[in-house]
């Protein structure tokens, strides 16, 4: 389930408790590929940081609170990322991160390995439009499906040595 912190990152406490219980996930929306929403994300509280990074520090503190390894709470980046997005993923060591924006919207699987770089590893690529806009035909779909499949296989492998860097 993917969720926005607007009302503040505590008014989601109650999906983040019952993705706790149910071994779910929950990605917030840190930093997103739309360029209208750059301009809230990169707001700064008074402390200087991000609205971004300021969220990325919350879903730390949220999965320290439960032990090691990776929780429940993960971040969602868009896989359109620049360099602020690569510094607010140093933030988040213990959360996974969905990337939407593959095809699409213009990035490719092998940007998401270069621009993502030891979070590769925790990093769920987005392709949706880019594979449904080749239906309704089910072998284009498939073909289409089997091409992104091997290109997403191509940026773990030649990342492999980031693998290492996934808390267990």
């Not at 270069?114 to 990093?123: L, P, S, V, W």
Request: glycine share 10%.
């Amino acid at each position: 389930m993917t969720v926005t912190a607007y009302l503040g990152f505590g008014a989601l406490r109650p999906v983040f408790d019952r993705a706790v219980a149910c071994n779910a996930t929950v990605f917030v929306i840190v930093r997103s590929s739309n360029p209208e929403g750059r301009r809230l994300q990169d707001a700064r509280h008074e402390d200087g940081r991000s609205v971004a990074d300021a969220l990325a520090d919350d879903i730390t503190a949220f999965n320290d609170g439960l032990g090691s390894g990776i929780g429940p709470v993960g971040a969602l980046i868009g896989a359109t990322s620049d360099k602020i997005a690569a510094a607010t993923l140093l933030r988040l060591p213990r959360a996974l991160i969905l990337a939407p924006g593959v095809g699409a919207q213009g990035a490719t699987l092998s940007d998401v390995r270069n621009n993502f770089g030891a979070a590769i590893a925790r990093t769920i690529p987005s392709v949706s439009r880019a594979i449904l806009r080749h239906g309704p035909s089910l072998v284009s779909l498939r073909e289409t499906i089997d091409r992104y499949r091997d290109e997403a296989w191509q940026a773990v492998e030649s990342s492999a040595g980031n693998m290492a860097l996934i808390p267990q």
